[in-house]
């Protein structure tokens, strides 16, 4: 007879169908496991998953086609197609029964490829990239021969997953476990390691400039294409400096301010162009100023804060690049310096920062239609020397120092105006920079626990939350 097992894919957001976690939860293997005779386990699994269609939840019929490759792209096809016609989904949720066969479930990596189409088999969709399968659905053949026995009805010398180290009657824990793609992921580092620097964006690619490397402060200019993990060196900016900010607008970058050393914190506004990879000087600051944070809305660039020793600072100005002019606008309501901006519906958001003697977790915005600042309730964690950027209607809060160098990321929604806690980065750090690319963010450089300058890039995808699950083999 055939025993009924079902393996939960959570499918979180996408376009159509993005990002897979593979759960092979405790529960399910358990209660869902109906032996009435012995017999090897199948290896049929249940496929469960969230369809959006141009970003809209589906609902009807659609047509699914399943196959396995041994590779991430091309490579050889394993098994497959399974098509799956007139699928019924239903507020975007659909389940279908799929089966392999054990002999494509060795051990070694395999990638599912799912290609999906109107009921009609209209506008059909590979869906890219694959999806890997992790060694999670493993656990639905026996690693050695054996008959059904008790506990449930799960064979001795099978393996289920559970999201505690405490075994069930009849189990011993491994010791070992799985794990769902990680949130973040090592990408490649910069060529050069620095810290307190700025970056901006450009036609899809990252532009990582200035900070402080090797006892100097840098011009270095180096460009970060995420589409194929690579570097590039660009023409460096007249002025080395850290602790500078970046805005781009209209294909165009403009680092703004900074430290040269010496007490000596800069008024410079410099333009890049990317196309011709050259530098130009604009318009300086009213404010000569360091430690700043800079936002765009409406192709206009808005300077926020700073230091000048000895003070913090609340200034705000805005810059128009079409006219390169200057005009004075509303203070913050704190003084900081070493604070974040990002935007978020043409209203900046500023958070933490230092003020005399302190280090801030305030919260409080700016939309530059209306004449004054608005305070919200603080962030979890005061911190400064953050980094803050906008994703999916949500602003991340990353990095940072409290005293000690964090790897933290807060999430802020708008819509509630509350709080969550994201996955923590691979590497805690301060000085550091962000920016968002294809609805991932990446984070460059900075200083670690121990003060060492970085050169590390890290990639978040919001969509590839981690979770462990760990492995119980039956008695």
């Not at 590039?232 to 002025?239: C, F, G, H, S, V």
């Amino acid at each position: 007879m055939k025993t009924t097992k079902m393996l939960t894919i959570l499918v979180l957001r996408s376009e159509l169908l993005r990002r897979v976690a593979l759960v092979l939860t405790l529960g399910l293997i358990l209660c869902q496991a109906e032996v009435s005779e012995a017999g090897p386990m199948g290896t049929a699994f249940t496929y469960q998953g969230h369809l959006y269609d141009n970003n809209d939840v589906a609902d009807g019929e659609y047509d699914l086609k399943f196959t396995l490759y041994d590779a991430n792209e091309g490579g050889s096809q394993l098994a497959g197609p399974i098509e799956v016609n007139d699928c019924n989904v239903i507020d975007g949720y659909f389940a279908v029964e799929l089966d392999f066969g054990s002999s494509v479930f060795d051990g070694n990596a395999v990638w599912l490829e799912t290609t999906v189409a109107h009921g009609d088999g209209s506008n059909p969709c590979t869906l890219s990239p694959r999806q890997e399968v992790t060694p999670t659905p493993y656990a639905i053949y026996a690693k050695t021969a054996g008959g059904i026995s008790g506990g449930g009805g799960v064979a001795s010398g099978f393996y289920i997953l559970g999201d505690s180290k405490i075994s069930p009657p009849g189990y011993t824990y491994t010791g070992n476990y799985v794990r769902t793609q990680a949130a973040w992921s090592e990408k490649t580092p910069m060529p050069t390691a620095r810290g307190s620097l700025t970056a901006a964006v450009v036609n899809g690619r990252i532009y990582a400039i200035g900070g402080y490397s090797e006892a100097e402060y840098t011009a270095v200019n180096e460009e970060y294409d995420p589409a194929t993990n690579t570097w590039a060196i660009k023409a460096p900016m007249p002025t080395a400096r850290s602790s500078l900010a970046a805005a781009g607008v209209n294909g165009k970058i403009y680092a703004i301010g900074g430290y040269e050393g010496f007490g000596s914190h800069l008024d410079k506004n410099e333009e890049y162009d990317p196309v011709t990879n050259t530098w130009a000087i604009k318009a300086p600051m009213p404010t000569a100023r360091s430690f700043l944070a800079a936002a765009v809305v409406s192709n206009k660039i808005y300077a926020i804060g700073g230091y000048v020793q000895p003070s913090y600072l609340s200034t705000n100005e805005e810059y128009n690049p079409a006219t390169n002019t200057w005009a004075t606008m509303a203070d913050m309501t704190s003084a900081r310096r070493s604070h974040a901006a990002a935007v978020l519906n043409n209203v900046i958001h500023v958070f933490g920062g230092q003020s005399p003697g302190r280090i801030l977790a305030k919260h409080e915005s700016y939309a530059p239609s209306s004449p004054s600042w608005f305070v919200y309730d603080d962030m979890p964690t005061p911190r400064y020397q953050l980094a803050a950027v906008e994703l999916d209607n949500k602003i991340y809060v990353i990095g940072g120092s409290d005293g000690f160098k964090l790897a933290r990321n807060e999430v802020y929604h708008s819509f509630t105006h509350s709080w969550s806690t994201g996955p923590d980065m691979l590497t805690a750090r301060n000085g550091l920079a962000a920016a968002v690319v294809n609805g991932k963010i990446y984070v460059f450089g900075g200083y670690n626990q121990a003060s060492l300058i970085l050169s590390n890039t890290e990639e978040f995808d919001p969509d590839a939350q981690e979770q462990i699950y760990h492995i119980h083999r039956k008695d």
